[in-house]
Structure formats: C-alpha cells, structure tokens
C-alpha cells in the first residue's frame, strides 16, 4: 500500500504562514466591527450581551469569522492599492510578462524563492492593516462619543491622531515593501552579463630579407 505524497516543508510553512497573516488581518478587523457594533449598541446594550461573547463557542464562531474577513480584507486592499502596486512594477518592469519571466526564475532558486515569500507575508499584513487602522479609528471615536469618558476631547483628539499616523505608517511600510521586492527582482533575476574577450592585435608579418 503506497503513502500518499506528502506536502514538501517549504509549502506547510508557507500555507501555515499565509493562514497565521489572514488571521492576524481579519482579527484587527474584527476588533474594529466590535468596537463599533459596542458603541453603536450603548452601554446598556453591551453590558446585557457581554456574558454571552464571552463563551467558547462565540470564541470560536469568533476566530472562524475572523479568518473570513482576513480573506475578504486582503483582497479589499490589494484592490484598492493596485494602481499604485503598478505603478511601482513599471519602474522595475516595463511589461507585465517582463515579470512574469522574472517570477518564474526567481522560483528555480528556493533560497531567493524564500526570502520573496518573507517579503510578501509582511507587505500583506501592512496592506491589511492600513484598512484596519482606518475601522479602528472610526470605531473608537464613535465609542468615545458614545460612552461616558473624562477628558472626552482629548481622549478623541488621540485617538484620531494615532489612527492617522497608525495607516499613514502601515502604508508607507507596504509601498517601501513592495518597492524594494520589485528592484530585488528585478537584480536577482537580471541576465548575467556576456564577457567579450578583447580582440588581440594582428601578428605582424614576417620579416623576408
């Protein structure tokens, strides 16, 4: 009786690695609908369903739901940062088939192949984050009007200021991510370029008496 194949290591790592950044992605999100969906409820509201989110299986309903909208967020972002994630291609890469080639040489060296894959696990978080930042923010300047808070002004003034530099920084930290990764590819996967041999000066004639 034949086993059958087993995953290679590198793609459980990486499969495990892309389910731990939806979940980190969609769990932001989810924090921010929570906020939201508190603040929108009042005070009254959530302390009457508290008892109920705090049980296991809302825990896990919880996580299931998170890893959804982590699918649904990332590809939200990477949408809505296309066309500056092309215009950042075209400097390394005239056409898009210039990276297609470039993609599918870099993945016949694993070790380049790997640290690629490092690079895209993190551009996809901050891409994911920089709509989070935006939710969170919203979220809590909603709840800090809604509930009874001291120094209500200043506590809102914070937390808008925090929420702006928190996308601001998640979305330079993807565009220097993902500028970088498309120079890297296009060094790595550059021809190497042709040594020309210099030519050698003709033999002078022999000398007849």
């Keep these: 009786m034949t086993r059958p194949p087993q995953p290679e290591p590198t793609a459980v790592v990486a499969a495990t690695a892309m389910f731990v950044e939806v979940l980190v992605v969609g769990i932001g999100f989810l924090t921010g609908l929570g906020t939201l969906a508190a603040a929108i409820a009042g005070p009254d509201n959530s302390s009457q369903l508290a008892p109920a989110a705090g049980t296991p299986l809302a825990a896990g309903a919880a996580l299931a739901f998170a890893y959804a909208l982590g699918i649904l967020i990332d590809r939200a972002a990477d949408t809505a940062l296309a066309p500056a994630r092309r215009r950042l291609r075209t400097q390394s890469f005239p056409t898009s088939t210039a990276y297609a080639q470039a993609r599918l040489k870099l993945a ?3 070790a380049l192949a790997a640290r690629a894959d490092y690079a895209r696990s993190r551009l996809r978080i901050c891409r994911g984050w ?17 509930y009874p808070v001291e120094h209500r002004p200043l506590l809102l003034a914070t937390a808008t200021v925090l929420g702006a530099l ?44």
Excluded: C, M
């Design 108 to 110: 016949e060296t694993p």
């Design 130 to 146: 920089t709509l989070n930042s935006i939710l969170l923010t919203l979220a809590t300047d909603v709840a800090l009007w809604r």
């Design 166 to 209: 928190a996308t601001v920084g998640f979305y330079l930290s993807w565009h220097t991510i993902t500028a970088t990764g498309y120079r890297k590819l296009a060094v790595q996967t550059a021809p190497a370029p042709t040594q020309t041999v210099p030519a050698q000066p003709p033999a002078p004639a022999p000398h007849t008496p």
